[in-house]
């Protein structure tokens, strides 16, 4: 089954802090005015809006029924740093509480389950410096998940761990756990502003007599853009804001071309491989998912070129269309156990490995929990890479002002298709191969082929132990996109992108510069034609 499916867009307005509201919203209607401009939306919360607590029923309780019938989903919260995404999505320090959307989605997936014979897993990423790293991982090294994609262009992920739930409560430990380990630091906007992406995904296996279905729920919180005279960042959080916003504008760009119906229509390259962020949302973005984005914005006059950009690109959003397809498979015989499925050869080559790689048993003990991993926070993040983009180019993106030219110029870009080998690549031998947990994060292509609809697509989530023969084939149909030159090739497709708006930003100036030059002079031949009325009289 397939439907095609609007991206639905929310805003969430934060309550003021004691300054100017410079947002108004048409009471009883999702319709928000900034200055001369005036968006519509799905649902606006906050402000003359709904109350913020209803987001959850309104915006992300549908999702939640479709994950039931089989649909993948994605909640995204976007915004500007200290709008309040980590408080909506529920994955700061109110996550031990029931207040934000995933405390919410867990309760709501734990009654459902009751109903149905299903096995739930959760995984828990971040993108932190333009690298994927699991946030359940036992492991504190926290070596990068890799992405790569089958020959069918599903993107999975290699190394991520994935680990089976029963209770809410133990879904609820993940959570903090991961909300914990996840990088954060102190900025002048944020005291605990989030250094990272992070995607926390649950993943439903429902078996019935007749099949069974196997979906997800991603559940993102997007570290937000920032510019580093407001955050008075420097050293460490510089370098993490300049890729927090390098990822956001590949995103935005992603999300212009796809929000565009001229350019949709006229095919252009949608440029997802340009940021492992928008290749990991290429399924929420114009792929198979239902998809609800919260774009959180802040009232205040100081915040209100942010707050315009934000509004302007989730007005955008609301434009992309998604393909929503069933994930199911035929169960074979009506005692078919979920755990028993073992695929044949190939059967293989269309599904990721699952090894079962379960962190210490959690703790529901949030305090105990926190005290436990205080020691090893700053051990397990991530040690920094080298700067990947050129310091100039990130300085001056950093400080960008996101006018109308450079949003118009940045829809115009269209970004060469990154190549995509024929053949199969992969460094690993088949046993290094089945060492690591392999997961797949569904993202797939954009063209829905018909007779795959009613297959499930995604990572099963029974654990598969296979053998040599079996491994080989599974990495035959594995392309990896990580390769020196490929990485080599997205870099440079940022740096363009961002080359290209610091050219128009210049351009801007130097127009400005002119202007002023000219100001200067007319006021010099005024002062000059004073002194020479003065002399002759
Ligand atoms: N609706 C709200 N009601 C009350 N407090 C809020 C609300 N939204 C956000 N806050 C508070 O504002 C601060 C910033 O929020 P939060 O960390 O969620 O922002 P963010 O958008 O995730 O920022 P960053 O991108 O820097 O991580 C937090 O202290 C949070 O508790």
């Known amino acids: 089954m397939k439907s095609t499916e609007p991206v639905r867009v929310a805003v969430n307005i934060r309550p003021l802090k004691g300054c100017t509201d410079c947002i108004t919203v048409t009471p009883d209607e999702p319709q928000v005015h900034i200055g001369s401009h005036t968006f519509m939306y799905d649902f606006v919360f906050g402000n003359a ?40 999505m529920g994955m700061g320090t109110n996550c031990g509480t029931n207040e934000g959307i995933i405390p919410k989605v867990m309760e709501d997936v734990f009654t459902r389950v009751e109903a149905v014979k299903s096995q739930i897993r959760v995984s828990f990423l971040e993108i932190y410096n333009e690298e994927i790293y699991g946030l359940l991982a036992s492991n504190p090294s926290r070596a990068p998940i890799i992405i790569r994609e089958t020959a069918s262009g599903e993107i999975t992920l290699q190394g991520v761990t994935e680990v089976d739930v029963k209770t809410k409560e133990e879904m609820s430990s993940y959570l903090a756990r991961g909300s914990f380990t996840r990088a954060s630091g102190s900025t002048n906007m944020n005291i605990q502003s989030s250094r990272s992406h992070a995607v926390f995904t649950i993943s439903l296996q429902i078996t019935t007599a007749e099949e069974i279905l ?46 565009d119906e001229r350019k949709r229509k ?20 114009g792929g198979k998912s239902k998809t609800v984005m919260i774009a959180c914005v802040s009232p205040a ?32 015989a009506p005692s078919f156990m979920f755990n028993e499925l073992t695929p044949s050869k ?54 960008l002002q996101y006018n109308e030219d450079v949003f118009e110029a940045i829809s115009e870009l269209q970004i060469p298709s990154t190549s995509q080998p024929d053949d199969v690549s992969s460094s690993s031998s088949p046993s290094e191969f089945r060492k690591h947990n392999t997961s797949s994060l569904d993202v797939s292509p954009k063209k829905t082929e018909s ?66 030059e000219a100001e200067i002079r007319g006021y010099e031949e005024k002062v000059q034609l004073e002194k020479d009325k003065r002399a002759l009289q």
């Open 214 to 259: 196997c979906a997800k729920l991603r559940l993102v919180d997007l570290a937000g853009s920032e510019r580093a005279n407001r955050t008075g960042a420097d050293g460490m959080r510089l370098k993490e804001g300049r890729h927090i916003n390098s990822s956001l504008l590949a995103l935005r760009n992603v999300i212009s071309l796809l929000g």
């Open 266 to 285: 006229k095919g252009g390259h949608v440029p997802y491989r340009v940021s492992k962020l928008t290749r990991l949302l290429q399924d929420s973005l």
């Open 346 to 399: 190939s059967e293989a080559k269309n599904k990721a490995v699952v090894q079962k790689h379960k962190p210490s048993v959690p703790s529901f003990d949030y305090d105990a929990m926190f005290k436990e991993l205080t020691p090893s926070k700053s051990e397990s993040l991530p040690v920094y890479d080298k700067p990947v983009y050129d310091e100039d180019v990130f300085e001056a993106i950093t400080e």
């Open 301 to 332: 006059i100081s915040d209100v070129e942010e707050t315009l950009n934000t509004l302007r690109y989730a007005n955008c959003a609301r434009n992309i269309k998604n393909q929503a397809v069933v994930q199911k498979q035929k169960t074979s």
């Open 451 to 516: 007779k795959q609809e009613d297959k499930c697509q995604n990572k099963p989530m029974e654990i598969i132990y296979l053998t040599d023969d079996e491994a080989e084939v599974q990495e035959k149909c594995f392309i990896d996109l990580t390769t020196d030159e490929e990485a080599e090739d997205q870099e440079k497709q940022i740096i363009d992108l961002t080359t290209a708006e610091c050219h128009l930003e210049l351009k801007e100036l130097n127009k400005r510069l002119e202007e002023k």
């Open 49 to 88: 809006g709904l109350h913020s607590s209803q987001i959850y029923h309104r915006c992300v309780a549908p999702l939640v029924e479709d994950l039931f019938k089989g649909y993948n989903a994605t909640v995204l919260a976007y915004g500007q740093t200290a709008s309040g995404k980590t408080y909506t």
